[in-house]
Nanobody, 120 residues
Framework: EVQLVESGGGLVQPGGSLRLSCAAS????????IGWFRQAPGKGREGISC???????TYIDSVKGRFTISSDNGKNTVYLQMNSLKPEDTAVYHC??????????????WGQGTQVTVSS
């Protein structure tokens, strides 16, 4: 059974940093794409970054240069380092898996999410 557990969220001031973790179990890490998504209040879910052995690392324009995705295969954990945070980054952040290593594919396993709040 695929399980994903996010952690690392919290309250941070604008310009600050956070590192989110997505601890995964129940599957072979290299066989999947793992993406980070976020959903702000009143808005739809937005895919922001992904990592896979097929696609490498991907980012949406609004986080390029500020966020970095990485993976530690030995720990079955994917990280999202978030720097220069802005109030508009406030959202619940989820990680999810695509079993075809396709960052643009269908994600069928989701974590419970971690809240990130950027505010002074």
């Amino acid at each position: 059974e695929v399980q994903l557990v996010e952690s690392g969220g919290g309250l941070v001031q604008p310009g600050g940093s956070l590192r989110l973790s997505c601890a995964a179990s129940g599957f072979t890490f290299d066989d999947y794409a793992i993406g980070w998504f976020r959903q702000a209040p009143g808005k739809g879910r937005e895919g922001i970054s992904c990592i896979s052995s097929r696609d490498g690392s991907t980012y949406i324009d609004s986080v390029k240069g500020r966020f970095t995705i990485s993976s530690d295969n030995g720990k079955n954990t994917v990280y999202l380092q978030m720097n220069s945070l802005k109030p508009e980054d406030t959202a619940v952040y989820h990680c999810a898996t695509d079993r075809d290593r396709d960052c643009g594919g269908e994600y069928d396993n989701w974590g419970q999410g971690t809240q990130v709040t950027v505010s002074s």
